[in-house]
């Protein structure tokens, strides 16, 4: 059997070598939280939050992520429907030269949410061990 093609534009592989354990990227869990409020909150929306916290302005935050002004302002406003009360405060332009910030609610939502992420990262580490040599496994490696 032929050894498979490499390219140079797969920094994973080099001469039909396999690729070195560190390259490989880890097995890990993707949270969405679903609140009987009808919140959703996942991780788009909390890196959202994180840019806006970080850059001040929604636009900056949306940029950073390479995502629409339009798309980052939704994911906004549906927090803020959602969770019943603002998640990001505004300023108008001008002179002041606007900007947004996490209120306290948005601050709670991105700590607990980060919370439940590495708890839950945690709780299913040696899980997805077992889950990733299987694969390996399967796969020959």
Do not use: F
């Amino acid at each position: 059997m032929a050894a498979p093609k490499t390219s140079s534009a797969d920094p994973t592989r080099s001469a039909g070598k396999k690729p070195a354990a560190a390259i490989r990227p880890a097995s890990r869990l993707s949270i969405r939280v679903d609140l009987a409020s009808g919140a959703r909150i996942g991780p788009g929306k909390v890196a959202v939050l994180e840019e806006i916290a970080r850059s001040g302005s929604i636009s900056a935050a949306g940029r950073a992520l390479h995502i629409s002004y339009r798309r980052t302002w939704e994911l906004v406003e549906d927090l803020n429907a959602s969770m019943g009360a603002p998640v990001v405060q505004t300023a108008a332009g001008g002179s002041g030269g606007g900007g947004a910030s996490l209120t306290e609610l948005g601050q709670a939502v991105v700590g607990r949410y980060r919370a439940i992420e590495q708890d839950c990262a945690e709780a299913a580490r040696r899980h997805l061990t077992v889950l990733q040599r299987a694969v390996r496994a399967r796969r020959g490696e």
